[in-house]
């Protein structure tokens, strides 16, 4: 009987058709001439409704099944099909890659010998950190840098990549987080992500070439308004105390009380750098609006412009003005902070509307005008929320008193409180 791989591949497809084989083939050559380690690919087919499953059936006949495995499951959702694979198998390293290979196979190995070798826990391809090679066109790069921004902004997250499709994890790890993952679609490795930094696990950064496939037909937006609620849902957990993860690292320890978390009190001290960063803010939100109005529309681009901005103004005034350092309460201050910034949304979609109601024909010019107008409108009343509530020590001590004296409302994350 062959020995167990010591690494499986999951490559999930749906509707894979035209690249299936392929990539298959390209990657099984891979791992017969250059890669040391037992290795397994397993196609994983969710959901397909063309000849991806007959394909992938002929291809584990093909390459041998000691090589290349296939599983079938009826509903689609790539995090539903990882979740599937990586609970019940008997591999050392779990590895997912997306089924195009944009990401150059010469990065696996970097990928998996540090997990295999018990110096990480989780491993992940980046694009962002310096060294890697990325080919792809400006709106994947705009929306891939937004979304990362949001997930440090909103969850204070440390790892610098959160989509390339190229991970993985050591199974006894998985087997203790996957039951605590609640999405079954594209946000589950973030999800799976912030998870494992919560759990203090080590995460490995590996820089990768990186292609972008043209062909590619995933929804962007529809997949980046998923990805928001998930870091919605997980950032409301985290602020409510609803999300519990067990401390999975030896020697690990929970986050602690902010450091330096004597905050600076002084108006003459807080105003000129919320004024600095409200400056700054507002022209990152001028070239996101200018960047997403080329494909998106108008009152779209200002909901994406304005989360973004949002998000990244409360993280930098959080730690510049009111000198709060550490991920405690990190959450629950940005989930405060999203409600103050309602108010600029409503500001800004009404002047908006506005605008068009008397100047139908209006440019984006035109439009840029007064929604930077609006903002800056709105910039103040943001600063006595902040001042008075966002980052008050006195809503800080009354939410933990109120999870000390409640401890039932505390459950894992896809419980409900």
Known sequence: MSQLPQVEIVVPVRNEERDLAPSIRRLAAYLRASFPFRAQVTIADNGSTDSTWA?????????????????H??????????????????????????????????????????LISGHSDVAIGTRLARGSRVTRGPKREVISRCYNLLLHGALGVGFSDAQCGFKAI?????RQLLPLVEDKGWFFDTE????????????????????????????????????????????????RGQVKVPMLQAGSKPD????????????????????????????????????????????????????????GNTAANRRLTFGIRGRANAAAHQLRGLI????????TTGALMALHAAAPHAGKT?????????????????????RGWVFSARQDDHQAERLRSNPARMTTPGGTA
Request: negative net charge; aromatic residues 6%; proline residues 5%.
């Open 55 to 71: 394909i992938a059936q002929g291809l584990t006949r093909e390459l041998g099944e000691d090589i290349v495995c296939a599983v």
């Open 256 to 311: 602690g009380p902010p450091s330096g978390n004597t905050q600076k009190s002084s108006l003459a001290w807080q105003l000129p750098r919320f004024l600095a960063i409200g400056v700054a803010s507002t022209l990152a939100y001028s070239v996101l609006y200018l960047v997403l109005r080329t494909f998106l529309p108008a009152l779209d681009a200002n909901l994406l412009s304005l989360l973004a901005t949002a998000i």
């Open 192 to 239: 799976l992500l912030v998870l494992a930094e919560r759990a203090g696990l080590r995460i490995h950064e590996v820089p990768v070439d990186w292609v972008d496939d043209p062909d590619s037909r995933v929804d962007i937006v529809a997949t980046a308004l998923a990805d928001l609620r998930g870091i919605a849902r997980v950032g409301y957990g985290l602020a």
């Open 73 to 114: 499951l009826d509903q689609p959702g790539r995090g539903r099909a990882l979740h599937t694979i990586w609970s019940s198998s008997d591999a050392d390293v779990l590895v997912y890659m997306d089924v195009d290979l944009s990401t150059d196979l010469n990065a696996l190995l970097p990928l998996v010998a540090p």
């Open 366 to 386: 035109a439009e840029l005008i007064v929604l930077v107008a609006a903002n800056l409108f709105a910039t103040m009343s943001r600063f006595v929320l902040y």
């Open 340 to 347: 103050a910034f309602a108010t600029g949304l409503a500001l």
């Open 170 to 174: 050591r199974s006894e790890q998985a």
